[in-house]
């Protein structure tokens, strides 16, 4: 399956879109943040966030492996 990572996202709602659209087409959305609090929007898409330390760069691709 395709995929695509996000990692964190601004809080206007452009990421929002960009993440339902990924899933209209069928990726698999992998959503990388610090603060999962600060995206509601994932619960009501279904995305489970992966808590890391997005400024860690090798943090976050262990986390993605």
Do not use: C, Y
């Not at 959503?31 to 400024?55: C, G, K, N, S, Y």
Request: aromatic share 4%.
């Amino acid at each position: 399956m395709a995929a695509i990572a996000f990692i964190e996202s601004n809080t206007t709602g452009t990421g929002h879109l960009l993440a339902k659209k990924a899933l209209a087409r069928g990726l698999e959305v992998a959503f990388l943040t610090a603060d999962p609090e600060r995206h509601p929007w994932l619960v009501a898409e279904m995305i489970h966030p992966l808590a890391v330390d997005t400024q860690d760069r090798e943090a976050m691709l262990a986390r993605l492996r």
